[in-house]
């Protein structure tokens, strides 16, 4: 007989089938839904422009043509798509909620880029606001400080433009499936503190 739901009501009293029931309901949301959400999350900010000339849609659109028009590579360019996708939902950390949403898919170089682009955004605008501009001096010693420099010097910091030539979403459909469709990290490895995806 094939388990469709689990008896459980505490987590405490799962057997391995029904765990197993739950992390292969798990991989299929994965595959059907999360490029679908994630395309949703996007569009939601769709109006939303926080006093900019462009919505962050917009803005998330215009970084990822910056990054593949310069030739960048898959991960990097989807890590420009969705390097804000967090805004709406928690704008004062939203780097580590796209970096979160990203991990499990994606280098480590575009993971570690998305995830401190906000401290490395402050060189382009902090003199303005009055916070100085060297606050990325911190990961001086990282090897992917000229990555992350790079990505918002080229890509972020100037995407704001109203006239450029944005590509719509729909060129960056392919991307974001061949990135999503991967199988994660594995979460179970300690040192890629990737959480479970059943719990």
Not at 45 to 70: F, K, P
Not at 102 to 118: M, Q, R
Not at 125 to 148: K, L, W
Not at 178 to 185: C, H, I, T
């Amino acid at each position: 007989m094939t388990l469709e739901m689990v008896s459980f009501t505490s987590m405490d009293d799962a057997t391995p089938d029904e765990i197993a029931l739950i992390a292969a309901e798990a991989a299929r949301h994965r595959k059907e839904n999360l490029v679908p959400n994630l395309v949703r999350q996007l569009e939601a900010m769709q109006g939303h422009t926080y006093g900019y000339q462009i919505d962050r849609y917009t803005h998330s659109l215009q970084s990822a043509t910056r990054a593949l028009r310069e030739g960048a590579d898959t991960d990097m360019v989807v890590a420009a798509l969705l390097h804000d996708i967090g805004d709406d939902l928690s704008p004062d950390n939203h780097s580590e909620v796209a970096a979160a949403v990203l991990k499990p898919f994606v280098s480590d170089e575009a993971w570690w880029v998305v995830k401190h682009h906000g401290v490395f955004q402050t060189y382009h605008y902090g003199e303005a606001m009055g916070i100085g501009t060297d606050a990325r001096e911190r990961y001086r010693d990282s090897e992917y400080f000229d990555s992350c420099a790079h990505f918002c010097a080229a890509w972020d910091a100037v995407s704001f433009d109203p006239d450029y030539d944005t590509l719509p979403m729909s060129e960056f459909l392919p991307l974001l499936q061949e990135v999503f469709g991967r199988e994660p990290k594995s979460w179970g490895d300690p040192a890629l503190q990737v959480e479970s995806p059943i719990a």
